[in-house]
């Protein structure tokens, strides 16, 4: 049946997406960090992903302020699915359950995308605070020189910097494109908003309109995962999204290089020299020509009463290596 012109009147013209998983200490702040908005037309959809905390108490508190729905645990990219399909706006936004965002974000967005109507994806600049409450408000911006200049698809790629919390799609694009690859485990946003890029225009809004939690965990382990996740994400386009995999294809030993880079970097300033030998010697094999692959692998095999003086002088060497 044909939705008629009341009918469409009374949805609202924004679905925000909020998966929650165990989220009980951000949660509210959250969910009130939308309710601020400056633009009113939205609807709230909390998706819990089977959580074992209060979550649903503190959910149960807002009343029809939000829509509440439950699934057992399969994971964000899953519970991003799940608001999805449920959701009856015209355009749908992403908060994690830990981020917040700025009382103009929703307006800004739907400004860009009222002015253009081809525009399919609008994504803004954030800040980052970390555990102890400082605020980096440099990591998030300009974004339109590090991404909008060149291929987004492979700038995406080579730097992520799309972070969900700041984005906005039209729904009829995940009818085009399809929603989120629930086979990964990670860079799940990643690959989406590649799939998204690769076909139909993106524009930002460059300014920091939400702010990205950062938890203190260990580093180390997270990029050993995420590189088996970049691994994974991969395999995953070159099987299944052949159109982004022939854009990508030739960066991807660029790409295993930061991260084996970044992993050696980790293990360095652990202690564990053997490790990050390894890494930074998969490094070297990928890039052979990166002069602070080069560098660093160098630094692992110095005695460690040497290492003292030259982490003090590292900022040195890291402005010296950026060369390579």
């Excluded at 997406?17 to 609807?43: C, F, G, H, M, T």
Aim: charged letters at 30%; hydrophobic letters at 40%; glycine letters at 6%.
């Amino acid at each position: 049946m044909k939705e008629s012109t009341q009918d469409r009147a009374q949805r609202p013209l924004v679905s925000v997406i909020i998966p929650a998983y165990n989220s009980a200490a951000y949660l509210k702040e959250a969910i009130d960090s939308v309710l601020a908005q400056s633009l009113s037309d939205y609807e709230i959809l909390v998706v819990d992903d089977g959580s074992t905390d209060d979550t649903g108490g503190i959910l149960n508190g807002y009343g029809a302020k939000i829509r509440v729905l439950r699934q057992d645990h399969r994971g964000v990219a899953a519970a991003r699915n799940h608001g999805i399909r449920e959701t009856q706006g015209e355009i749908v936004a992403f908060l994690d359950a830990d981020d917040l965002w700025y009382p103009q974000k929703l307006e800004k967005q739907v400004a860009v995308f009222r002015s253009r109507s081809d525009v399919a994806m609008v994504f803004t600049g954030h800040d980052v605070l970390d555990e102890r409450g400082k605020r980096d408000s440099k990591r998030g911006r300009d974004k339109r020189a590090r991404l909008l200049a060149g291929n987004l698809v492979r700038n995406i790629f080579m730097s992520s910097g799309v972070a969900t919390p700041t984005v906005a799609v039209r729904r009829s694009v995940f009818d085009a494109v399809g929603p989120f690859d629930e086979e990964l485990e990670m860079a799940e946003d990643d690959n989406l908003w590649m799939r998204i890029a690769s076909r139909l225009p993106v524009e930002l809004v460059d300014e920091p309109l939400a702010t990205i939690r950062l938890h203190r965990t260990s580093m180390t382990r997270d990029l050993a995962n995420l590189l088996t996740s970049v691994e994974a994400h991969v395999r995953a386009m070159q099987d299944r999204y052949p159109d982004v995999w022939a854009e990508l294809r030739d960066l991807v030993p660029a790409k295993l290089a930061l991260f084996h880079f970044a992993m050696g970097k980790q293990y360095l300033a652990s202690r564990q020299h053997d490790l990050a030998r390894r890494s930074f010697g998969e490094g070297l094999r990928l890039r052979p020509w990166a002069l602070r692959y080069r560098v660093y692998h160098w630094i692992c095999y110095l005695p460690e009463p040497a290492l003292g003086p030259l982490w003090k002088a590292r900022t040195w060497i890291r402005g010296f290596s950026e060369h390579g």
